[in-house]
């Protein structure tokens, strides 16, 4: 059968050695420059192009082999390896100039091998693995660190049985991840240090599942364009960790994506988080974060405030604080003092309630005076008297003429009670004064 006029040679389930298939590329100035293109062809043999240099494409398609494909540090102008059947395919330092397909290929490195390794490979297009399988009972089932494209990577309708690495990738376009994605007892999408040019898609069906760590690590990486978690589900004890990632544009964050804790310390984004509301995203910081962090909420602040939503902004760093009082490291008199600054000016960001403390202060004062020590004689004058008095007594920088015209028996039991309940009051309006006005200005807001 022909194999050199660049023509797809359709070898309907017979049979090529691999051994040809190598000698073939080793003398690719021989082809036609369309590359060497064989179809349903069953490879006797271990196909090894390992430091073959081609400067021509290799395409078997729906082709399948018992040994594993191995091309560490080949360099060919393009890869098309759709349909394979193989136990394993190992290209750590593989070079192509243009793209690599390994669509609906059956990769199962079994014990020995990782299903796909493209560890330092360098793709100068697009890497397409849509609707593939990799199985692989070692660590890794796709172990592609440091891998370099310069266009999109296609990681769609995939299922992966053990860990998909893309720690240190670089990716010149967009990377779509959707199917399943089983980690076991591992990581299930390891991408830490990660780098992006376009934009992430965790969507389209994308499961991820972990049993004992993290479901998806993202940690460190850089994304220039969108993070997009819709219609797509990541399940462990972390389901996301995203801590000091980077992401250019929005993030479409729905809350049903995770199912576990989410790692959200350092990621920084632009404009409002999409698919979730407010309430949702506090609920989230509050409760599925594995601890206070104070990053997250500063960011979310931020976007709100660049929104001009001055009234979410207040109620972000109100959930903040209170976050802070119940996870954060605070001492105890510092925990105390929360609780205070809490219920009275809301934290310095609701200084109004501290007003109405006081003004129910001079309430209370009031209604002791009139209502109790008036009527028993143990304050002596009339009722407006009184009620100058009360608020005399009480109220800071107060200064009426109430006082000198009552007078307080002293000497019965009910106005010592009088007196000592007032001087308390006095300390309580006294505070609650203080409170407003430090509120007001600022001066007990902490953002630790």
């Not at 003092?337 to 200084?351: F, L």
């Not at 008297?385 to 009552?406: F, S, T």
Request: aromatic content about 8%; hydrophobic content about 45%; some cysteine.
């Amino acid at each position: 059968m022909e194999l050199t006029n660049g023509e797809f040679a359709d070898f309907e389930g017979g049979k090529i050695p691999a051994s040809r298939i190598r000698e073939l590329m080793v003398r690719a100035d021989d082809l036609d420059p369309r590359g060497l293109r064989v179809r349903n062809a069953r490879i006797e043999g271990q196909l090894d192009l390992c430091d073959v240099s081609a400067k021509r494409p290799l395409a078997l398609q729906d082709c399948t082999t018992d040994a594993p494909v191995l091309l560490d540090r080949a360099r060919l102008s393009a890869l098309d390896l759709t349909g394979l059947v193989a136990p394993a395919v190992s290209g750590p330092w593989l070079r192509l100039e243009h793209y690599l397909y390994l669509g609906r290929a059956r990769l199962d490195g079994g014990s020995d091998d990782y299903a796909l390794d493209l560890a330092e490979a360098t793709v100068g297009g697009h890497v397409s693995l849509r609707g593939a399988h990799f199985r692989s009972e070692t660590e890794y089932a796709v172990h592609a660190p440091r891998l370099r494209t310069g266009s999109e990577v296609y990681l769609t309708d995939v299922v992966a049985v053990g860990t998909v690495r893309l720690e240190g990738a670089y990716i010149g376009g967009n990377l779509y991840c959707g199917g399943s994605f089983f980690g076991g007892s591992d990581i299930a999408l390891l991408a830490v240090d990660m780098q992006v040019d376009g934009s992430v898609f965790l969507s389209r069906g994308f499961r991820a599942s972990a049993e004992t760590y993290t479901a998806v690590r993202m940690r460190g990486s850089r994304i220039g364009g969108q993070l997009v978690l819709r219609d797509g589900v990541a399940s462990g004890p972390v389901a996301l960790d995203v801590k000091q990632s980077r992401v250019g544009m929005e993030v479409f964050f729905p809350m049903g994506f995770a199912d576990g804790e989410v790692d959200l310390d350092g990621l920084t984004y632009t404009g409002l988080p999409r698919d979730a509301g407010l309430d949702d995203w506090l609920d989230l910081l509050a409760h599925k974060t594995p601890r206070y962090a104070t990053q997250p909420y500063a960011q979310l602040a931020a976007a709100h405030q660049a929104a001009g939503h001055e009234r979410d902004v207040r109620r972000i760093r109100i959930a903040q604080q209170r976050d802070l009082q119940r996870r954060g490291q605070l001492t105890r008199w510092g925990r105390l003092w929360h609780r205070v600054t809490g219920a009275t000016v809301g934290y310095g960001y609701r200084p109004a309630t501290a007003l109405l403390w006081l003004l129910g202060t001079l309430a209370l004062s009031i209604a002791l005076i009139t209502g109790l020590a008036g009527p028993v004689g143990a304050v002596r004058c009339s009722i407006v008297e009184q009620v100058g008095y009360a608020l005399n007594a009480v109220a800071p920088l107060a200064k009426l003429d109430g006082q000198q015209r009552c007078q307080v028996a002293t000497t019965t039991g009910v106005g010592q009670v009088v007196v000592v309940t007032t001087w308390i009051l006095q300390l309580l309006a006294w505070a609650f004064a203080t409170l407003f006005v430090a509120g007001f200005t600022g001066l007990v807001r902490k953002n630790p």
